[in-house]
Nanobody, 124 residues
Framework: VQLQASGGGLVQAGDSLMLSCAAS????????MGWFRRTPGKGREFVAA????????NYADSVKGRFTISRDNAKKTVYLQMNSLKPEDTAVYYC??????????????????WGQGTLVTVSS
């Protein structure tokens, strides 16, 4: 199973970006998916997660109201729409898929496959 993340880039504060992450290989799209990010100062932190059916979502407090996670099970793809970006959102963003469990898990250890990361840089 491979996860390919895309959509990162350099933007200004207040701008928007959409990240995408598509899975290939033998994996089911029925399980929970999530996004995490890593910065040098904070390490890896949870950003957003979505349940297998898409009805449940969880967000970190720092992104709630600005970011939206969604999924397309037919395409085995998870998205992260990021609006009103702030300089503190600068990080490498990683998508993650679960192979067991459908809930929108917030703990990184609940995820089994990880994408390669895509860099988001927000200038002030």
């Amino acid at each position: 199973v491979q996860l390919q993340a895309s959509g990162g880039g350099l933007v200004q504060a207040g701008d928007s970006l959409m990240l995408s992450c598509a899975a290939s290989g033998r994996t089911s799209s029925s399980y929970g998916m999530g996004w995490f990010r890593r910065t040098p100062g904070k390490g890896r932190e949870f950003v957003a997660a979505i349940s297998g059916g898409g009805s449940e979502t969880n967000y970190a407090d720092s992104v709630k109201g600005r970011f939206t996670i969604s999924r397309d099970n037919a395409k085995k793809t998870v998205y992260l729409q990021m609006n009103s970006l702030k300089p503190e959102d600068t990080a490498v963003y990683y998508c993650a898929f679960r192979t067991v469990g459908v809930v929108a898990a917030t703990a990184s250890e609940r995820y089994d496959y990880w994408g390669q990361g895509t860099l988001v840089t927000v200038s002030s």
